[in-house]
């Protein structure tokens, strides 16, 4: 007898589309969309412009700290750059504490006559 039944239950006619728009699932795919392209996109967008700019440093830009220190790039090391706070007073940071790069400097001329 259950298993007469389970049959009937089978064959009420409704096809696979329909069975998905009306499962729990079809809103969180659309959710997920949702999400996907109006908040993880633009922060990926925005990671690769900074991550752009921090690898383009040069000496002579004035960049930002994670910490809020505003500072001229004295040297760029591979993992570091070396900075000048104030006149005569420079600090090593991490590529990475540089969250901002304020202005961008014309290119250092290879003069072998400074000395």
Known sequence: ????????QAATGTTDLQS???SPI??????FIFMYMLIIRPQQQKAKALRAMVDNLRRG??????????A?????????????VA?????????????EVRTKSEPVANDSKAG
């Open 72 to 84: 001229k790039v004295v040297k760029v090391e591979d993992p570091e750059l070396q900075l000048e």
């Open 26 to 31: 079809m809103p969180l795919a659309v959710m």
């Open 20 to 22: 998905l728009m009306q």
């Open 87 to 99: 006149t005569g007073v420079n600090m090593r940071v991490m590529k990475a504490a540089i969250v």
């Open 61 to 70: 830009d004035v960049v930002v700290t994670s910490g809020g220190v505003v």
């Open 1 to 8: 007898m259950f298993i007469s039944e389970a049959f009937a």
